[in-house]
């Protein structure tokens, strides 16, 4: 009577465990990542009042089988759905992550790795990547500074927000490239001041300038010069330097050959005594006497006094610079605004009387004005002595320039090398010669070419090589981190650079349901899971992968539970009638006295 009576109150306990396990599935049932719980019974035991016995052929008798009676049920095992996924849930937090896999997160709280399936993740204070229920720091793989590549060694904290990398560093420009068409019928290609071209470059600071180019035909349609006009810094104020300096910065001295003329304009203007004189308000524009010293120009930015009387008598007092007096001249022979054009024109002197001792020579407009400086009163027009005409018009031959010459295949438009070298494509842009931080660009012209646009050239440069290499760029501040399916982290910076910063790693264990619940969505290895390494894994060698803005949630099934708990209930109340039926037998039998 009383095996009856235990193994009722086995049974109550069992099932109550039983109850235990599907009242905290069903609370848990919106944890993150939670796994379902299930138990499974054993019979606890029976007592054997007779053992079995084998049959006898001697006497004829048959075997018999033992006799046992139950004394109850106990637990046998309470198993985690550990394998089972949870279906995700979006959140829209970049730093929220799911695993789809049977891997763990590593987490650790500066003493001991935990393992987890919850990916809900924040930036802390220190910068480090950690778990918001815990604040324990996200382990993962740093980035070797010597490969930029990620170094799986034993996991560490992932500090993804330190100084260093919140600023990605600037890099000067050292390549670049000219693509698009010339047409030789680009009004803007044949006049003289060219077809304009800019470059922008960084230096090594990340400070941005503008190269200023020029395209000009030569004499030889298949031919054009490109030459360095001037380099502008970010706020568009000119780059000083001398003209020296500008002139080597691409290319050598060089002559381009193309029959012109030069005309000066006697209507406005008129030369008197070596004065530049406005003949309506007799304003004095320019005073050679003023702007040289003998044979050398003064520092263009010298000023000088240009005092005269105008029209109706009044004395007047001005004062003007060397280059503002040079511009001037440059407009009255026609060249306004191309000053640098009109004194690098070339003009054939006659031979003297002598050929063969004083040949024909190409003097520059520049060193005609020069010699006009010396002799004003005489038209010298021997040799190198010959003085620019101060009326009428004359020719030119061509002009001298620093630059170099591009040149197109004349049939069929393509490019066909630099300086009449047809293998060579590229030229350099001599930045180092202006010191400071400054580098070398070094300028591709292979993807240029000579077509019939409409009489419109689309010719442009943009830094960096066909490949995109050698752009240079600005110091990049920090605008976004993204997370990868394989758990690398990187930086996106404003500057248009990414940055690896770390790659997240994952544990994996021969029997994951051996893993012991530590509380707060965490688990520790247990000699049955298998120990963990110290290094982890990269979660695509199992054939995971990471999901950002999302969460892994719980995988209990409701309606399951729900089912287990009516099955529960039922037994819970069959064995409790085991225990009052047995109390009413009970009763019986200590009535029998009465």
Do not use: C
């Not at 054009?224 to 001295?253: C, F, H, N, P, R």
């Not at 006009?372 to 031959?397: H, W």
């Not at 994951?512 to 049955?528: I, P, V």
């Amino acid at each position: 009577m009383m095996r009856s009576l235990y193994s009722g109150v086995a049974g109550l306990k069992t099932h109550q465990t039983k109850m235990d396990v599907i009242g905290n599935n069903i609370a848990n049932v919106n944890t993150t990542a939670y796994k379902a719980s299930s138990i499974v019974f054993n019979e606890l035991m029976s007592q054997t009042t007779q053992r079995a016995s084998g049959p006898n052929a001697a006497t004829g008798l048959g075997g018999v089988n033992a006799r046992q009676i139950g004394l109850g049920v106990k637990s046998g095992a309470i198993n985690i759905n550990i394998s089972g996924q949870g279906s995700a849930q979006s959140t829209g937090n970049p730093f929220d992550i799911m695993i789809t896999g049977d891997n763990f997160f590593v987490v650790s709280n500066g003493l001991e790795n935990f393992f987890t399936r919850d990916g809900s993740f924040y930036v802390d204070g220190a910068g480090n990547l950690a778990m918001t229920s815990t604040g324990y720091n996200v382990m993962g793989w740093q980035v070797d500074p010597e490969t930029g590549f990620i170094k799986q060694d034993n996991v560490t904290a992932l500090r993804i927000m330190s100084t260093a990398n919140m600023t990605y560093p600037p890099e000067a420009t050292t390549m670049a490239n000219m693509s698009g068409i010339i047409d030789k019928n680009d009004t803007d290609v044949t006049n003289p001041n060219g077809k304009a071209v800019n470059l922008n470059f960084f230096d090594a600071l990340g400070y941005q300038y503008t190269a200023k180019f020029v395209f000009k035909q030569s004499g030889d349609v298949n031919e054009y010069s490109l030459e360095l006009d001037k380099i502008l810094d970010s706020t568009g104020k000119e780059v000083e330097m001398d003209q020296a300096t500008l002139d080597s910065l691409l290319g050598d001295a060089t002559k381009q050959y193309k029959n012109g003329k030069i005309a000066f304009d006697d209507k406005t203007y008129a030369w008197d005594n070596g004065k530049l004189i406005n003949s309506a308000t007799k304003e004095v524009m320019a005073d050679l006497k003023e702007m040289y010293d003998g044979a050398a120009l003064k520092n263009r930015g010298t000023e000088s006094s240009l005092n005269y009387t105008d029209a109706d008598g009044k004395a007047v007092q001005k004062t003007a610079t060397v280059q503002e007096q040079l511009d001037a001249i440059a407009k009255a022979y026609g060249y306004e605004g191309s000053t640098e054009e009109f004194l690098n024109q070339l003009v054939q002197a006659p031979a003297g009387a002598d050929a063969v001792a004083t040949p024909a020579k190409e003097l520059p407009v520049s060193q005609m004005l020069a010699n006009l400086a010396q002799s004003p009163a005489a038209a010298v027009t021997e040799g190198e002595k010959m003085t620019l005409p101060t009326t009428g018009s004359f020719d030119t031959v061509g002009r001298n320039y620093h630059g170099i010459k591009v040149m197109f295949d004349g049939d069929s438009g393509k490019f066909a090398g630099i300086n009449g070298q047809p293998t060579v494509t590229n030229a350099k842009l001599n930045l180092s010669a202006l010191g400071g931080n400054f580098q070398d660009i070094d300028i591709d012209f292979s993807e240029t070419s000579m077509f019939d646009n409409k009489g419109t050239s689309t010719i442009g440069a943009i830094s960096g090589d066909l490949d995109g290499l050698g752009t240079g760029r600005r110091l990049g501040d920090m605008i976004g981190v993204s997370i990868q399916r394989d758990g690398m982290i990187y930086a996106s910076y404003d500057n248009g650079m990414t940055r690896l910063l770390g790659q997240i790693a994952t544990a994996a264990f021969a029997n994951a349901s051996g893993l012991e619940k530590s509380g707060d969505n965490l688990y520790s290895a247990t000699m049955n899971s298998g120990e963990f390494d110290g290094i982890g894994v990269d979660i695509t060698a199992n054939g995971g992968y990471m999901s950002t803005g999302q969460l892994e949630m719980s995988n209990v099934d409701l309606s399951a539970e729900f089912t287990d708990m009516i099955t529960t209930q039922r037994g819970f109340q069959a064995n409790s009638r085991i225990i009052t039926v047995s109390d009413t037998l009970l009763e019986e039998l200590t009535n029998l006295k009465r």
